[in-house]
């Protein structure tokens, strides 16, 4: 399977009378190949590409995020009770910042590289009882800035480098008509590897040591293990409760500025100076069918208590620093919350909603005077709504719709002046919160009777993204005003609403 | 090996957009609402080495959008003592026009290096009847001598530029900082967001010859920026005259320097960290900043010809 798409609206932008916006440039584009092939009945390869990049420019700057994924695997069948599947993976995750203006290019690039080899090996020992265990080990690679200005020398904020190697085991056992048992371990080693020169801080976040390491050199391990265990009790036919417990570790962290939705966030690999966050969850359930089982429902609860948790300091400094690990503190974080879900998926109708309610804390000293904060992530309120609904065997339509709380952000509370200029006050680590969050998207298929005659299947499909047009929040930034020189607050979005048609074909 | 041909599986998608009346960023001014944080006293005031009649400005912060200019504080009791090991002086400083907020010491004088600065507000600031005090000191660090200044004309990357350069001894003892004022024409630039910081991080103790401070565009560059940009920038053209006063000042001054222009239009969306408070050094929950520091005092005329 090959398949591509690019957007093509920016070719509208120049019909615009405004010469700027003649200029801009905004599209995204995927494109995303599948092979596989059997070699016999009990072997079959897969190879899998995909690329994507979404770009924003203007005449003088862009700025671009993408993708990119290649993966092979081999599945291969020992004997009816045992599967096993290898498979060698590579992702990059990148972006870019370009300014091209007349002699004062300058490009700023970043990138997350991993390769990866994984087995994987399922295991039916009984009807009643699986089992599956593996182990993968992983190469990564962080870039963090790589800057390039015509005529000058590079400018590299140090690259480093990590090993991450994982063996698990995992059985799902049905012990009688009611129980099913879920339950695993996984142990991780990570290890930092070099070329590095590492620094070490004293209680004042000021580098007080720096150790350099030669190519290659593992110069950090840490090993950590990862329980799970869940249980399932079936009612009766139509209702069950689940409870499940599992221990999760994770050794790359992201710290996130609030105030924009953009991609810049930093990636942190755990290290001498930053420990792997641990997560306990626990989560509750009740699931119940209605009619036949043709309406799902389900209800859960969920708590999570975090340690060795990330955020960045207060006034840290994220440009052009290669001692970023000073800027970062450490703390602890919860997040609960409850899930309601109802499906359904058959008839003419069918579709989903569920709504979540939830809030996610940090308390992390040195960050909002050691006081709990909210995560930028935290959303009070979430709903999806999802409904389809078959006309006739032509015609399809459908509606999604999501909403949010606006998630938390650091507002200024006030401001005191000095000579003529104003200064922003703030009460605290995000105690304000971006407006809410809400979309509509619409779409109907068009499917013609297929003809015989011809080699492929059409299929015409007409949407419509946002079609409210609500105007969504992206980055809220501050101005003075120009004349009286009084703050305000000014807020970009990115898009209004799209209608786009689409025709697939297949053969 | 083959091309998979199971048909549900092979699909081959062109997309297009058909039109896209806003396919792109938009930004507009917008209100938000946000909880007014209580008003605070804020006290900025320096002492400097000029014989001069030292001042201190007083005023109330209020809310991030409040239309109407913050309130000036006209009802204090403002003290300043100077210390050195066994002499102390006391000066009180009142408004020269009562309801300015600015508070001047009623003779001139001149701060000295080594001494210490303590200032005392007393105000009733919350109104219940009892006058808070809002305390701060300062020790003026020592005076960097200032040999001279030049300024250079440059062509650098298609922009003609002005290097503000000066030579000067950095004192051994120690990482100084310091702070860069100027005038362009006898226009004093002092807004804090126009100040020139630097430290000797690299420099301690050495003699800096035309060592360039800053880059200044020439005016004939204005068309490249944006309006948005120009507004906060300073344009220098052949045959300006420039007097500039290089301040030694404490650690505590320049990153209230550094938070303050970190944070003038609130923290950078896109590479800015988190936001967060500007540091101060008055007690007692005010904000703003106290500081003595010394100056040295160079001048020169922008040139006209490049230099080789």
């Known amino acids: 399977m090959v398949s591509g798409r690019r957007s093509y609206a920016d070719l509208f932008l120049k019909l615009s009378s405004d010469p700027d916006k003649r200029s801009e440039s905004i599209y995204f584009y995927d494109i995303n190949a599948k092979v596989s092939h059997r070699f016999s009945a009990k072997d079959k390869v897969y190879v899998n590409f995909y690329s994507g990049k979404d770009l924003f420019g203007t005449s003088s700057e862009d700025f671009s995020y993408g993708n990119t994924l290649a993966s092979t695997s081999w599945n291969h069948v020992f004997s009816k009770n045992i599967f096993s599947r290898l498979s060698i993976n590579y992702t990059n995750y990148h972006y870019e910042l370009g300014s091209s203006m007349e002699n004062s290019q300058i490009t700023w690039k970043s990138n997350i590289q991993d390769l990866d080899l994984h087995l994987d090996i399922n295991h039916h020992i009984t009807n009643k009882i699986r089992l599956n265990y593996g182990l993968s080990s992983t190469f990564h690679q962080f870039e963090p800035a790589l800057i390039k200005r015509p005529g000058y020398p590079n400018y590299r904020i140090q690259r480093s480098y990590a090993l991450e190697h994982c063996v698990y085991i995992g059985l799902d056992e049905k012990v009688n008509d009611h129980i099913s048992l879920k339950y695993g371990l996984r142990t991780t080693i990570f290890q930092n590897m070099g070329k590095a020169s590492v620094f070490s801080y004293d209680k004042n976040y000021e580098v007080n040591d720096t150790c350099y390491y030669k190519s290659r050199k593992i110069y950090h391990t840490y090993t950590r293990y990862e329980p799970r265990f869940g249980i399932v009790y079936q009612l009766d036919h139509n209702s069950s409760l689940k409870a499940n417990y599992a221990h999760n570790v994770q050794f790359i962290q992201i710290a996130n500025n609030s105030d924009s939705g953009s991609p810049l966030d930093l990636w942190f690999p755990a290290s001498k100076n930053i420990k792997p966050q641990q997560a306990n969850l626990y989560s509750f359930g009740y699931f119940r069918n209605f009619n036949q089982n043709t309406i799902e429902t389900s209800v859960e609860l969920y708590y999570k208590g975090l340690n060795n948790i990330i955020d960045f300091a207060d006034n840290a400094q994220l440009l052009f620093n290669d001692k970023l690990e000073g800027e970062v503190r450490t703390g602890k974080g919860k997040a609960y919350g409850m899930e309601i879900m109802i499906k359904k998926n058959t008839g003419r109708l069918t579709g989903f909603i569920n709504y979540t309610l939830s809030r996610t804390e940090r308390t992390i000293p040195g960050i909002n005077n050691g006081k709990a904060y909210l995560a930028p992530s935290d959303k009070t309120h979430s709903v999806n709504l999802m409904l389809s609904y078959k006309c006739s065997k032509k015609w399809s339509i459908s509606a999604g719709w999501v909403y949010a709380t606006g998630t938390p952000v650091t507002y200024p509370t006030g401001r005191f002046e000095i000579n003529g200029e104003y200064y922003p006050i703030y009460s605290g680590r995000n105690t304000s919160r971006k407006k809410d969050y809400h979309r509509l998207d619409l779409s109907a298929t068009y499917t013609p009777t297929k003809n015989p005659k011809k080699w492929y299947q059409g299929e015409w499909n007409f949407s419509l993204y946002n079609a409210y047009w609500n105007k969504n929040p992206w980055m809220i930034s501050f101005d003075q005003n120009t004349n009286s020189g009084i703050p305000k607050a000014q807020m970009t979005y990115l898009f209004g609403a799209i209608p786009s048609i689409t025709y697939n074909f297949k053969f | ?308």
């Open chain 2, 1 to 308: 090996m083959k091309i998979m041909s199971n048909p549900s599986n092979t699909t081959i998608t062109m997309l297009i957009v058909f039109f896209s009346i806003l396919f792109n960023s938009c930004t507009e001014d917008i209100t938000i609402n946000t909880n007014n944080s209580i008003p605070v006293p804020v006290v900025y005031g320096t002492i400097t080495d000029h014989y001069i009649r030292q001042e201190i400005a007083l005023s109330s912060s209020t809310g991030y959008f409040d239309q109407k200019e913050n309130e000036r504080i006209s009802d204090a009791i403002v003290t300043l003592e100077e210390d050195s090991t066994n002499i102390t002086n006391t000066y009180n400083l009142t408004q020269d026009s009562v309801g300015s907020g600015i508070y001047k010491t009623q003779q001139p004088m001149a701060g000295k290096p080594g001494w210490t600065y303590k200032l005392t507000v007393k105000t009733d600031f919350d109104l219940d009847g009892t006058a808070e005090n809002y305390e701060a000191e300062s020790k003026m660090p020592t005076r960097i001598i200032l040999d001279s200044m030049n300024i250079t004309k440059i062509k650098e990357s298609g922009y003609t530029l002005y290097s503000l350069n000066i030579s000067a001894q950095d004192p051994a003892d120690q990482t100084n900082y310091y702070f860069c004022k100027y005038t362009i024409n006898g226009t004093l630039y002092n807004k804090i967001s126009k100040y020139i910081g630097f430290d000797d991080t690299s420099l301690n103790g050495m003699y800096v010859d035309d060592l360039s401070i800053w880059l200044f565009y020439d005016k004939s560059n204005i068309s490249k920026f944006n309006d948005d940009d120009v507004k906060d920038m300073v344009f220098l053209s052949s045959g300006d005259k420039m007097y500039i006063e290089i301040c030694n000042i404490t650690k505590g001054y320049s990153d209230f320097i550094e938070d303050c222009q970190g944070q003038k239009d609130g923290s950078n969306p896109m590479f800015g960290g988190p936001p967060a408070n500007i540091s101060t050094n008055i007690s007692n929950g005010a904000r703003g900043y106290f500081t003595a520091y010394s100056t040295s005092s160079a001048n020169s005329i922008v040139p006209n010809d490049f230099s080789e």
